[in-house]
């Protein structure tokens, strides 16, 4: 299996700037496509992104579309999300995970491992 730690959430201000990362351990990382959620309380997850094995292939959900973009490094076991013109309503806990099959997929209950998540709170 594969396991996940992401890093760089934080407090900005809206129209801000973050960029988060997920390091991986364990299996080959380029076995794996890679997805990331954000979730707030009393809410399910919500997909924001996806990226193929090799990174040559994106897929983003609308409401993040050309604000954000997914990338990885697979000679470092990282993924990263690099996000642009946050608003408040992108406040949540912002989660990578890894899937098997490399198509996208928006259903978290598709991907078969999680990193426990890091804070992104946007203030107003």
């Known amino acids: 299996q594969v396991q996940l730690v992401e890093s760089g959430g934080g407090l900005v201000q809206t129209g801000g700037s973050l960029k988060l990362s997920c390091a991986a351990s364990?299996?080959?990382?380029?076995?794996?496509?890679m997805g990331w959620f954000r979730q707030t309380p009393g809410k399910a997850r919500e997909f924001v992104g996806w990226i193929s094995r090799s990174g040559g292939s994106t897929y983003y959900a609308d409401s993040v579309k050309g604000r954000f973009t997914i990338s990885r490094d697979n000679a470092k076991n990282t993924l990263y999300l690099q996000m642009n013109n946050l608003k408040p309503e992108d406040t949540a806990v912002y989660s990578c995970?890894?899937?098997?099959?490399?198509?996208?997929?928006?259903?978290?209950?598709?991907?078969?491992?999680w990193g426990q998540g890091t804070q992104v709170t946007v203030s107003s």
């Open positions: 995970a890894a899937r098997n099959r490399d198509y996208a997929s928006t259903t978290a209950s598709t991907y078969a491992y």
């Open positions: 364990g299996r080959t990382f380029s076995d794996y496509a």
